[in-house]
């Protein structure tokens, strides 16, 4: 039996038995002194019929009104004790198959996901698998196999997805979430282009400017943003999927925490938003040799600094050159410094060029997104 209350839900009292109406008509009819063959012969039902309900056969709408003209006990009474019998007849099977389901939730970053807000503590392993389903939006342990893990959806997920799909599950949703919450134009593939134009010239913006801005143009041509702090065991810069015909979300991390990672993710992601399958999840992952993550890859560098740069990038000397370059590109300093070190591989230099990203640590991040985010 449990009793819990948190976010506004309670949780009743919940026996871990059903008391069929059976049992209360047999106390009815004891205190009017009445027998079964008595009571059988009263309502006009046979003797046999009295006795199944007795060992817990459904009292129907018919059978109430015949026991509420011989019992005096209003037959909405019966009818509600039935109903009642039934739905706790059918949590307490429920709480059979979910206790068998127990060891499920070892795969599972629940003491991460409570301590983000997204499900809440229960001592009771039933109760917080019950949580975890919900967070899910799925009824069985099963029906989350057949959304995440099932061969036949297998199309529709990163490779990088299939050796640690408890936490990264646990990621997308909480994307998923959020970005269910963003109120979103439908998808407009041209508009999402110029969406990308506009964002880029905010690279030299601050985080409380650019923020808000990038998603509302995002928004305005169907795409959701959200930004979701990585979870242990899911060590991913971004991700994207549909979540419906008309409307995509790009899920961002801030692993890393550098802006020119940051920026690459976000364009690397909108590629696929662009390009990509609408059955399939992205999840960016530098360990794969996907092909799509490639051409994902190869967009986003050139969209933010054409190849043709490069050779002039690789020459950079002096910290100048790098500011000057970074203005004449309309872009962050960052951004130059961080394909200055990919392209010579000299990870050390101009790296205070390059600003960090961290959201703060007070503020809930997973369940709307961040309001602000601090650079350094």
């Known amino acids: 039996m449990t009793m819990s209350a948190s976010a506004g839900r309670v949780y009743e009292y919940m026996p871990d038995y059903a008391v069929a109406p059976g049992e209360t008509l047999a106390e009815v009819i004891e205190n009017l002194n009445m027998t079964q063959k008595e009571l059988a012969v009263r309502s006009g039902l046979t003797e046999q019929t009295i006795v199944r309900i007795m060992k817990g056969h459904p009292i129907t709408f018919d059978t109430a009104n015949k026991l509420e003209l ?51 503590e229960e001592k009771d392993k039933v109760v917080l698998l019950q949580e975890t389903l919900r967070f899910y939006g799925v009824s069985s342990i099963d029906a989350w196999h057949e959304v995440w893990t099932a061969p036949e959806v297998a199309a529709r997920r990163s490779n990088c997805f299939e050796t640690r799909p408890g936490p990264a599950s646990a990621w997308i949703r909480l994307g998923e979430l959020q970005a269910q919450q963003i109120v979103c134009q439908p998808f407009d593939k041209q508009g999402f282009l110029s969406a990308l134009q506009a964002v880029r010239s905010l690279t030299t913006e601050s985080p409380d400017v650019f923020i808000p801005e ?63 399958k609408k059955q399939r999840l992205y999840i960016a992952d530098p360990r794969t040799d996907d092909p799509e993550e490639a051409k994902a890859d190869q967009f986003a560098a050139e969209f933010l600094i054409p190849a043709s740069h490069n050779p002039s ?19 962050c300093p960052g951004i130059v410094a961080g394909r200055y070190r990919h392209i010579t591989k000299k990870w050390d230099r101009f790296k205070d060029l390059t600003r960090t990203f961290a959201w703060p640590e007070h503020e809930c991040v997973d369940a709307r997104g961040p309001s602000s985010c601090s650079a350094t």
């Open 313 to 331: 990038i690789a020459a950079i000397a002096r910290r100048k050159d790098v500011l000057d370059l970074a203005e004449q590109l309309g872009v």
């Open 214 to 276: 990038m998603r509302r143009l995002c928004a305005a041509a169907g795409v959701a943003l959200a930004f979701v702090r990585e979870i242990k065991g899911a060590p991913w810069n971004g991700a994207s999927k549909w979540l419906s015909p008309r409307k995509a979300m790009i899920l961002l991390s801030l692993r890393g925490k550098g802006e020119d990672i940051f920026w690459f993710s976000f364009f690397h992601e909108a590629h696929h938003v662009l390009c990509g």
């Open 70 to 120: 011989v019992t005096g006990v209003p037959a909405r009474f019966w009818n509600n004790l039935e109903m009642r019998y039934r739905e706790q007849q059918s949590k307490v099977e429920l709480r059979k198959q979910l206790e068998r389901g127990i060891e499920w939730l070892q795969g599972i970053p629940t003491r991460e996901l409570i301590a983000r807000g997204a499900i809440t």
